[in-house]
């Protein structure tokens, strides 16, 4: 057991796991220690608000690329311990890696091949004793339940309160056939055992609820308030709507997810949390929720209905971490990066899962609202008509298909990560009479700004930019300019003799 500077113990951090890179950390906390080992979390001991405070301090820190997590000590309000952890991964790739247990110092293009990978191995949970869990340390049930007790904030100005459901994850069973959905959606506070739940048109747990009310009964419903990073990363991912994310989660971290069986419900919840919530959902519980500062850098839509949760139970370790995700415009959206790697993975394995032959890279850019609104992909074209079929299913396959409005296709010659050569690409490759196709009523969100009034945001368009060399002319297309692999080969072995830092710098298009 180690203890941490504020008396945070890192519970659980026992048991070898076998898999590719590091170990994966089995809770946050452990996740917590490595982070800060190599200094990417600061601690704030003074006291801090959370009416706002929280939000623009956290804002304020994150106008720089990798700036560190952000673990607040002291929040006004709070009982002693209880703690608010903001940036967890902000836009720093590091974590993000230590997340999967993977190798700090990985490039974009690195970390999302290794995410492919943990997305291609399902891992299904397993159920450990309830006494073992360190979430069941604490208890409140029934009369005793008080969320108020934890930090939750108001993040903007004019968000419509308290919300404790940002960074989470939150489950639900399929009435059909009984599989598990995991999904982060925000949780807003009303009263001691009251939050509302916000759900986008077509996410499962809103299909899910609603199946149960269209048969008169409640939905079940358990949330995961202090999330360790790999559930928070896998939940906010689009899978197959027949599939439980708890699979994938134990394929990125090598190890099956420990769950306990719920203590007032059914449904069970990750032993390991820092902070879980059981509560259902009876028919026809709404209230009137939001607004929310959210991914696209805008308030959301204007207050309206949502979704009313009664919690029954809440579970919590000693000196509880609620994890908070600051919406914003990048590189302060806590979104942006980890849906730009875990974005990226999941089109490109549908692409290749949809038979789609060729692909070299896909990269959902983080600065478009939150990883969401633009998709590269990177492709050798092999035949006729190759690059609009990859973009045309990169628009619409279920990992890339919510929301996102640009999909650009580039030659293989193109790093898609690298935001200059798709620039360029798109200079000199696209005729935009010529190679700009669109798709209408497409899958959108009510918290598109574009689309007004708000009533029309739950369908949206897509612009398909094809900025490949024209397939038919490829033998005769103007030839770039490349650096001679011979030569680059060896200026590279020179590098260092020549008095250049670091590594030589890494070409994708060179002369053979």
Same mark, same amino acid.
């Given at each position: 057991m180690e203890e941490m500077s504020v008396g945070v113990v890192v519970e659980g951090s026992t048991g070898a796991r076998p898999r590719a890179g590091d170990l994966a950390p089995r809770d946050l906390r452990e996740w917590l220690a490595r982070a800060e080992a190599l200094g990417l979390v600061k601690r704030i001991a003074e006291?801090?608000?959370?009416?706002?405070?929280?939000?623009?301090?956290?804002?304020?820190? +994150?106008?720089? %690329?990798?700036?560190?997590?952000?673990?607040?000590?002291?929040?006004?309000?709070?009982?002693?311990?209880?703690?608010?952890?903001?940036?967890?991964?902000? +836009? +720093?790739?590091?974590?993000?890696?230590?997340? %999967? =247990?993977?190798p700090v110092g990985l490039s974009v293009m690195e970390l999302i091949q290794r995410c492919r990978q943990g997305f291609n191995r399902m891992i299904p949970p397993t159920e450990i004793d309830p006494g073992q869990a360190p979430v069941n340390t604490n208890h409140m049930v029934g009369d005793e339940v008080d969320?108020?007790?934890?930090?939750?904030?108001?993040?903007?100005?004019?968000?419509?309160?308290?919300?404790?459901?940002? #960074?989470?994850?939150?489950?639900? !069973?399929?009435?059909?056939?009984?599989?598990?959905?995991?999904?982060?959606?925000?949780?807003?506070?009303?009263?001691?055992?009251?939050?509302?739940?916000?759900?986008?048109?077509g996410k499962d747990a809103r299909l899910h609820i609603e199946r149960y009310w269209s048969r008169g009964e409640p939905c079940e419903i358990v949330a995961v308030w202090g999330v360790e990073p790999a559930l928070f990363i896998t939940a906010s991912q689009t899978f197959p709507k027949t599939m439980s994310e708890l699979d994938f989660v134990g394929g990125m971290k090598g190890a099956p997810i420990e769950l306990v069986k719920?203590?007032? =419900?059914?449904?069970?919840?990750?032993?390991?949390?820092?902070?879980?919530?059981?509560?259902?959902?009876?028919?026809?519980?709404?209230?009137?929720?939001?607004?929310? =500062?959210?991914?696209?850098?805008?308030?959301?839509?204007?207050?309206?209905?949502?979704?009313?949760?009664?919690?029954?139970?809440?579970?919590? !370790?000693?000196?509880? %971490?609620?994890?908070?995700?600051?919406? #914003?415009?990048?590189?302060?959206?806590?979104?942006?990066?980890l849906y730009a790697l875990a974005r990226s993975a999941r089109v490109w394995n549908d692409l290749e899962k949809l038979g789609v032959p060729g692909i070299k890279g896909v990269y959902c850019h983080p600065a478009a609202a939150g990883g969401f609104a633009m998709t590269?992909? +990177?492709?050798?074209?092999?035949?006729?008509?190759?690059?609009?079929?990859?973009?045309?299913?990169?628009?619409?396959c279920p990992g890339g298909a919510y929301f996102s409005k640009w999909i650009i296709a580039v030659d293989d010659d193109v790093d898609p990560s690298d935001t200059n050569q798709v620039l360029w690409a798109m200079a000199?490759?696209?005729?935009?009479?010529?190679?700009?196709d669109l798709l209408r009523q497409t899958w959108s969100t009510w918290l598109d700004p574009t689309q007004n009034p708000p009533e029309e945001r739950p369908y949206s368009s897509k612009a398909l930019i094809n900025a490949c060399m024209e397939h038919r002319y490829l033998k005769t297309f103007s030839k770039r300019t490349k650096v001679g692999r011979k030569v680059y080969e060896r200026v590279a072995e020179?590098?260092?003799?020549?008095?250049?830092?670091?590594?030589?710098?890494k070409l994708r298009a060179l002369e053979e």
């Amino acid at each position: 057991m180690e203890e941490m500077s504020v008396g945070v113990v890192v519970e659980g951090s026992t048991g070898a796991r076998p898999r590719a890179g590091d170990l994966a950390p089995r809770d946050l906390r452990e996740w917590l220690a490595r982070a800060e080992a190599l200094g990417l979390v600061k601690r704030i001991a003074e006291e801090v608000d959370w009416d706002e405070e929280m939000g623009a301090i956290t804002y304020m820190l +994150s106008q720089e %690329i990798d700036s560190p997590a952000l673990l607040f000590e002291r929040i006004r309000g709070c009982p002693p311990g209880f703690q608010a952890l903001w940036n967890m991964v902000g +836009s +720093s790739r590091d974590r993000f890696a230590l997340a %999967i =247990g993977e190798p700090v110092g990985l490039s974009v293009m690195e970390l999302i091949q290794r995410c492919r990978q943990g997305f291609n191995r399902m891992i299904p949970p397993t159920e450990i004793d309830p006494g073992q869990a360190p979430v069941n340390t604490n208890h409140m049930v029934g009369d005793e339940v008080d969320v108020t007790i934890f930090p939750a904030a108001r993040h903007w100005p004019r968000d419509g309160g308290r919300y404790i459901g940002t #960074a989470d994850a939150v489950i639900t !069973r399929d009435p059909d056939a009984g599989w598990l959905n995991v999904g982060t959606y925000r949780m807003m506070v009303h009263d001691r055992n009251h939050v509302g739940l916000y759900l986008s048109p077509g996410k499962d747990a809103r299909l899910h609820i609603e199946r149960y009310w269209s048969r008169g009964e409640p939905c079940e419903i358990v949330a995961v308030w202090g999330v360790e990073p790999a559930l928070f990363i896998t939940a906010s991912q689009t899978f197959p709507k027949t599939m439980s994310e708890l699979d994938f989660v134990g394929g990125m971290k090598g190890a099956p997810i420990e769950l306990v069986k719920g203590r007032v =419900g059914s449904l069970p919840y990750p032993a390991q949390a820092e902070i879980v919530m059981e509560g259902v959902i009876p028919p026809n519980s709404l209230k009137m929720e939001g607004p929310f =500062g959210e991914f696209t850098g805008y308030y959301g839509r204007p207050e309206d209905l949502a979704f009313l949760v009664e919690v029954k139970a809440v579970h919590y !370790r000693d000196n509880p %971490i609620l994890t908070h995700a600051l919406m #914003a415009d990048y590189p302060a959206n806590e979104c942006a990066l980890l849906y730009a790697l875990a974005r990226s993975a999941r089109v490109w394995n549908d692409l290749e899962k949809l038979g789609v032959p060729g692909i070299k890279g896909v990269y959902c850019h983080p600065a478009a609202a939150g990883g969401f609104a633009m998709t590269i992909v +990177s492709l050798e074209q092999r035949y006729a008509g190759h690059a609009p079929q990859a973009l045309a299913l990169a628009a619409q396959c279920p990992g890339g298909a919510y929301f996102s409005k640009w999909i650009i296709a580039v030659d293989d010659d193109v790093d898609p990560s690298d935001t200059n050569q798709v620039l360029w690409a798109m200079a000199t490759r696209c005729n935009p009479v010529e190679d700009i196709d669109l798709l209408r009523q497409t899958w959108s969100t009510w918290l598109d700004p574009t689309q007004n009034p708000p009533e029309e945001r739950p369908y949206s368009s897509k612009a398909l930019i094809n900025a490949c060399m024209e397939h038919r002319y490829l033998k005769t297309f103007s030839k770039r300019t490349k650096v001679g692999r011979k030569v680059y080969e060896r200026v590279a072995e020179r590098w260092k003799a020549l008095g250049f830092p670091g590594a030589p710098p890494k070409l994708r298009a060179l002369e053979e």
